[in-house]
């Protein structure tokens, strides 16, 4: 169970979560949730996280793969920002996660009680829609607030008007 929203309290606003990751489809879910923060006053969280299967090396080894994993997620982020920044004038936060991806999205929503939505985008290709929104009708992979799945080839003009 999911703990109480908070996001239409005074002093908050509602949080778009979306996922940064290397899939194609990952911009059009960004650009989805920036428009929608921005059309009702919200805020969009850009989460990476950051697999821990990546580091089980030697120590030093291990050390330095992470220093550059969490450059990279970093890079991911400010690129994904930058964008939104320049495209909408709204600034996103940005969060960085090590673990398996679905338990840090249920922690971090339970963590942030002004997440309210996440936002997912659908992969066109024939391989499926992708991992995280596969894991939407897996047992238990269920998440706690509700989810919107965005078709990765919607136009900018068709995200405008939906968002």
């Keep these: 169970m999911v703990s109480k929203r908070l996001s239409r309290e005074a002093g908050h606003r509602r949080k778009f979560l979306t996922i940064i990751d290397d899939t194609p489809e990952c911009e059009r879910a960004v650009a989805y949730a920036a428009r929608r923060a921005k059309h009702t006053g919200g805020v969009v969280v850009l989460l990476y996280v950051i697999e821990p299967s990546d580091f089980q090396h030697w120590l030093g080894v291990e050390k330095i793969m992470r220093e ?3 450059a990279a997620a970093n890079a991911a982020l400010d690129t994904y920002a930058t964008t939104v920044r320049e ?14 991806t679905t338990e840090q999205i249920h922690q ?5 009680q002004d997440i309210a939505i996440l936002v997912l985008a659908a992969s066109s290709s024939k391989e499926g829609p992708g991992p ?26 068709d995200l405008e008007s939906l968002a």
Excluded: M, W
């Excluded at 971090?108 to 942030?112: A, H, K, N, Q, V």
């Excluded at 047992?139 to 799945?149: C, D, E, I, Y």
């Design 108 to 112: 971090l929503i339970e963590e942030d």
């Design 132 to 157: 995280l929104v596969a894991s939407i009708a897996g047992k238990g992979a269920a998440f706690p607030v509700p989810v919107t799945v965005v078709p990765q080839n919607l136009s900018e003009e």
């Design 68 to 70: 550059e994993a969490i």
């Design 87 to 100: 495209t909408l004038g709204i600034e996103p936060e940005l969060v960085v996660r090590e673990g398996k």
